[in-house]
């Protein structure tokens, strides 16, 4: 996974993400790719993004559990490359619909 590595641990308590206002991360959408490098982008693709919430959708479920453990680098990721990050990533197994 070019571009991300797997994060020192878990976020503290001491952790703050920004919450962005509704139209603040309009352009992560076309910038994914940017974000969470090629590989990646092919197999997690960004579904919405409301109440500081990520969601992204995988095409495996080994995909997902990767993408879990790296939630914490992905939401840093979104900060650096939009100025804002989401509080929280939440990922959802689609079959199929990925990886296009």
Not at 11 to 31: E, H, I, M, N
Not at 69 to 86: D, F, H, K, S
């Amino acid at each position: 996974m070019a571009g991300l590595r797997p994060p020192a641990g878990p976020p503290t308590t001491g952790d703050r993400r920004t919450v962005p206002p509704a139209g603040a991360l309009a352009g992560l959408f076309s910038r994914w790719e940017e974000v969470v490098g090629a590989a990646m982008a092919r197999h997690v693709r960004p579904l919405t993004l409301a109440g500081g919430v990520l969601s992204v959708g995988v095409d495996q479920p080994a995909w997902a559990t990767q993408v879990r453990m790296l939630a914490p680098t992905i939401l840093e990721r979104v900060a650096e490359v939009t100025g804002e990050a989401p509080a929280r990533l939440q990922v959802r197994v689609r079959p199929g619909r990925e990886g296009r």
